[in-house]
C-alpha cells in the first residue's frame, strides 16, 4: 500500500472507532494523488453499489475512492495532477454521477461523556414487539414521505419513543450500520402536532446512551437539503464529522 497521510486524524475529537472506520473506507488500496486537500485511491475491493465514494470533512479536506475500472473509464492516470474540481469534472463526462450527499454526525468524545452522566426527563422508554398497537397507530397519524424519510421501524435493533398524555408522538430506531462495525446509524420521527417541544432531542439522546451502553457509536445522517434533520442533530449534541457522496444508482456507468 502506498504511504498515506494521516487524512482523517483531522478531527481528533470522534472516537477511534469513527476515524478508523472512514480512515479505512477511503484510504485502503493505492493511493493515486494526495495533498493536505485531496486524495484519491484506487480500491478493487469496493462494493458495487460504493464504486465511487467522496467524503469531505468537516475541516475541509476532501477524499476520494473509486475502483480500477472506473477509475479507467473516468480516465485517471499516476501522472495526472488533480484537485477536487477536476476529479469532479472527469466523473460528469464519463456519465458517472454521484448520489445527493448526506451529511454525517457523530457525538464528539466530550458531548458523549456529558450525555452519559445526564437523567433525561420526561415519558422515554424502549419500545419492542409488545407495543406493536401503540406504535402502528403512531404510524398511522404520520405521512408516508416523513415515514420514508425518517425509516424507523419497531423492528429494528433499538427504538425509543416518546409519549405525551399516554400517547407515542416521537419515535427513533437503530439498526447496525456495517456488518462486523459498532456504528449504529438512527432515524427519527416526531408527529408533525407536536414538532418543537423537545421530544425528538430527548428521544435521539435516549437512544444513543443505549447505543453505547452496547459498544456502538451513534450516527445521524441527513441530506444536505433537510435543514429541520440538520438542526435536530445539532439540538440533540451531534458535531458534523463532513459531508458523504456515493455513486446514485441512476448512474449510467
Known amino acids: 500500500m502506498t504511504n498515506q497521510t494521516n487524512q482523517v486524524s483531522s478531527m481528533p475529537l470522534f472516537s477511534q472507532t469513527i476515524t478508523d472506520f472512514w480512515r479505512e473506507q477511503f484510504l485502503t488500496g493505492d493511493v493515486l494523488c494526495s495533498d493536505e486537500a485531496f486524495t484519491v485511491t484506487i480500491n478493487p475491493e469496493l462494493d458495487e453499489d460504493s464504486r465511487v465514494m467522496v467524503l469531505e470533512t468537516s475541516d475541509g479536506r476532501v477524499m476520494t475512492v473509486l475502483t480500477p475500472s472506473l477509475a479507467d473509464k473516468v480516465g485517471l492516470s499516476q501522472q495526472q495532477d488533480l484537485s477536487e474540481s477536476i476529479f469532479r469534472q ?141 438542526a435536530l442533530a445539532k439540538a440533540a449534541g451531534f458535531t458534523l464529522f463532513g459531508k458523504w457522496e456515493v455513486i446514485s444508482p441512476d448512474s449510467i456507468d
Not at 106 to 115: H, L, P, R, T
Not at 191 to 199: E, V
Request: proline share 1%; hydrophobic share 35%.
Open 90 to 230: 472527469k466523473l460528469s463526462e464519463a456519465g458517472v454521477t454521484l448520489h445527493g450527499a448526506d451529511y454525517l454526525f457523530y457525538f464528539s468524545e466530550a458531548d458523549k461523556n456529558v450525555m452519559l452522566q445526564e437523567n433525561l426527563e420526561g415519558d422515554l422508554r424502549r419500545l419492542t414487539e409488545q407495543d406493536e398497537v401503540v406504535f402502528s397507530e403512531f404510524e398511522s397519524f404520520a405521512s408516508e414521505q416523513d415515514l420514508d424519510d425518517a425509516y424507523v421501524e419497531l423492528d429494528h435493533w433499538a427504538v425509543f419513543g416518546s409519549f405525551e398524555q399516554n400517547r407515542l408522538v416521537c419515535a427513533a430506531s437503530m439498526y447496525p450500520w456495517e456488518q462486523g462495525r459498532q456504528i449504529a446509524d438512527l432515524g427519527v420521527l416526531t408527529l408533525t402536532s407536536f414538532r418543537g417541544k423537545g421530544h425528538a432531542s430527548k428521544v435521539v439522546r435516549s437512544i444513543c446512551k443505549y447505543a453505547y451502553g452496547q459498544g456502538y457509536e451513534p450516527q445521524y445522517r441527513c441530506q444536505l437539503d433537510n435543514h429541520a434533520s440538520t
